[in-house]
């Protein structure tokens, strides 16, 4: 895949990266875990949407300490740290690194059984809801 972004900028990326994901308890942070590799990549090409939001973001950044960039960002235009947002909590969930660490092993291929009650009318999920009854009015 082609890269879309330089150097200087996964630079300005990786600070409001690590702003919006720093390390605590016992995750690690955004760059820790290369938010700002290959994967920024991969996710912007998924996320055509973003881009516009995300470069501008990361193109008027003009701090060096990426709280500060955020918190501007935040005030000044809310829609490019939403899209940077979006694309550093992307990029984290997809490290294999964070989903080890949370237990998640990714999608699966889980075929319906037709012939087997689905698990959220059997674990009682449903239970207020049909214990409770009927609560529309006809038009």
Request: aromatic share 6%; no cysteine; net charge negative.
């Amino acid at each position: 895949m082609a890269t879309l972004i330089s150097d200087a900028e996964r630079k300005v990326f990786a600070k409001i990266a690590d702003a919006l994901i720093p390390e605590a308890e016992g995750m690690p942070s955004a760059t820790q875990v290369g938010v700002d590799g290959d994967i920024l990549d991969r996710i912007l090409g998924l996320r055509p949407d973003l881009q516009e939001a995300f470069f501008r973001a990361i193109r008027t950044a003009t701090s060096d300490d990426g709280m500060k960039m955020a918190e501007n960002l935040n005030r000044d235009d809310p829609a490019a740290i939403s899209a940077v947002g979006i694309v550093a909590a992307a990029a984290y969930y997809m490290s294999d690194k964070v989903r080890k660490l949370i237990g998640y092993p990714g999608q699966e291929n889980r075929p319906a059984n037709p012939d087997e009650e689905p698990e959220y009318i059997t674990n009682g999920m449903l239970k207020v809801v049909t214990d409770r009854g009927k609560i529309y009015r006809e038009a």
